[in-house]
T-cell receptor, first 109, second 113 residues
Framework: GQNIDQPTEMTATEGAIVQINCTYQ??????LFWYQQHAGEAPTFLSY??LDGLEEKGRFSSFLSRSKGYSYLLLKELQMKDSASYLC??????????WGAGTKLIIKP | DTEVTQTPKHLVMGMTNKKSLKCEQH?????MYWYKQKAKKPPELMFV???????INESVPSRFSPECPNSSLLNLHLHALQPEDSALYLC????????????FGDGTRLSIL
């Protein structure tokens, strides 16, 4: 079966750095995507990786290792507005997104 | 601000009503999607349109009927819905189905009485 695992909840301090891990087992791989979702709102696209390595976009970076079935999202200089759920999703061999359950990130002052 | 526009933002309807959800994008994207999302769960794929043709229907009940009038518009027609259909309905689009990221609209919050 297809499976994506990410921690249910994480807590971090304002101004700090946090890393959210995602491991996956899917039938085929056509990219790994990270989305941010605030409560009651729609998901917002953050970053994606198709090849191994690090992609940096401002305060957000995403890393991929296809051989290990592993990715992480790194958030730097945390702000209170970063409190949200972070969803990891993989496109499988049919180009359909397989979603993780999401990681709820709580930022404390 | 999102470049995928969904209307209405909120909808309350009875089980015998007929209503439609609308989605519009002007990014020239050729793939459009409908998702259903329940609270604290990830989005569930319902339908995919690629080049205005229905390419994926994830065994969705016939009370949900999608329509793609042109490359910028996507509708979801609703009829005889059940209370368990209450959810956030999300439209998304992408340049193509293959490697490109999907961009979501703000969603329609649907409540079935």
């Amino acid at each position: 079966g297809q499976n994506i695992d990410q921690p249910t909840e994480m807590t971090a301090t304002e101004g700090a750095i946090v890393q959210i891990n995602c491991t996956y087992q899917t039938s085929g791989f056509n990219g790994l995507f990270w989305y941010q979702q605030h409560a009651g709102e729609a998901p917002t696209f953050l970053s994606y990786n198709v090849l191994d390595g690090l992609e940096e976009k401002g305060r957000f970076s995403s890393f991929l290792s296809r051989s290990k079935g592993y990715s992480y999202l790194l958030l730097k200089e945390l702000q209170m507005k970063d409190s949200a759920s972070y969803l990891c999703a993989v496109k499988d061999s049919n180009y359909q997104l397989i979603w993780g359950a999401g990681t709820k990130l709580i930022i404390k002052p | 601000d999102t470049e995928v526009t969904q209307t209405p933002k909120h909808l309350v309807m009875g089980m015998t009503n007929k209503k439609s959800l609308k989605c519009e994008q002007h990014m020239g994207h050729r793939a459009m999607y409908w998702y259903k999302q329940k609270a604290k769960k990830p989005p569930e794929l319902m339908f995919v349109y690629s080049y205005e043709k229905l390419s994926i229907n994830e065994s969705v009940p016939s009370r949900f009927s999608p329509e793609c009038p042109n490359s910028s518009l996507l509708n979801l027609h609703l009829h005889a819905l059940q209370p368990e259909d209450s959810a956030l309905y999300l439209c998304a689009s992408s340049q193509g189905q293959e490697y490109q990221p999907q961009h979501f609209g703000d969603g329609t919050r649907l409540s079935i009485l």
